[in-house]
């Protein structure tokens, strides 16, 4: 599946709904904000360079790779929300690229989200962008891994954006730092990490 650029600029208005299920989540992967190939077809981290699914899959987190370039199925859907896996995402708004995001924004979505996972009471969170994180928190010291700090109640871990613009990261050390985040959730069991 493609999208000409009209496609995707009309995908600017489209609102993309968080994924969780109907119990409480494990883990919330948080990303930055929907890009236009997420809001096309309604699925967080949909872009075909995105390394996110990929990544989960590596790191034991889904039993199969999704494939999210066309969009989730429901059967995909459930394979995150039956393992205690939800995703949302620090602003709603949907840009071309998160650099179009205002640092008022990116504090009032930290404000919007913490009030959801207050509702969600997850065991675990992942931040998607270290960047995105000092930001957004005012946490201008903030490093990649488990902070110091609970959010919302859960435990706090900023772990590498997936996006194929974040060249520093491959799937394999994606995958290293979500399992991470999964073990704390019991999503993965501990003698399935590796170092990074």
């Known amino acids: 599946m493609g999208f000409t650029?009209?496609?995707l600029e009309a995908a600017r208005d489209r609102v993309v709904p968080d994924l969780i299920g109907h119990d409480p989540p494990r883990l919330v992967f948080v990303g930055i904000n929907p890009g236009l190939w997420t809001?096309?077809?309604?699925?967080?981290?949909?872009?075909?360079s995105n390394r996110f699914y990929p990544a989960l899959h590596r790191a034991g987190i889904t039993s199969?790779?999704?494939?999210?370039?066309?969009?989730?199925?429901?059967?995909?859907?459930r394979e995150l929300t039956d393992r205690g896996i939800a995703i949302t995402n620090v602003v709603a708004r949907t840009t071309a690229r998160a650099s179009e995001l205002t640092t008022a924004e990116l504090r009032s979505g930290a404000v919007e989200l913490v009030a959801r996972l207050e509702r969600w009471r997850p065991e675990v969170v992942a931040i998607a962008g270290v960047g995105v994180y000092r930001t957004a928190f005012r946490?201008?010291?903030a490093k990649l891994g488990?902070?110091?700090?609970?959010?919302?109640?859960?435990r706090n871990?900023?772990?590498?954006?997936?996006?194929?613009?974040?060249?520093?990261?491959?799937?394999?050390?994606?995958?290293a730092w979500y399992r991470e985040a999964a073990v704390a959730a019991g999503i993965v069991p501990p003698e399935d990490v590796t170092d990074r």
């Open 146 to 154: 488990p902070q110091p700090e609970p959010l919302a109640g859960a």
């Open 157 to 175: 871990f900023v772990v590498p954006n997936p996006s194929g613009l974040n060249a520093h990261e491959t799937v394999d050390s994606l995958a």
């Open 64 to 77: 199969r790779e999704l494939d999210r370039v066309e969009g989730l199925d429901e059967a995909d859907r």
């Open 39 to 48: 809001a096309a077809t309604q699925t967080h981290f949909a872009h075909p």
């Open 139 to 141: 946490r201008p010291q």
């Open 5 to 7: 650029r009209a496609e």
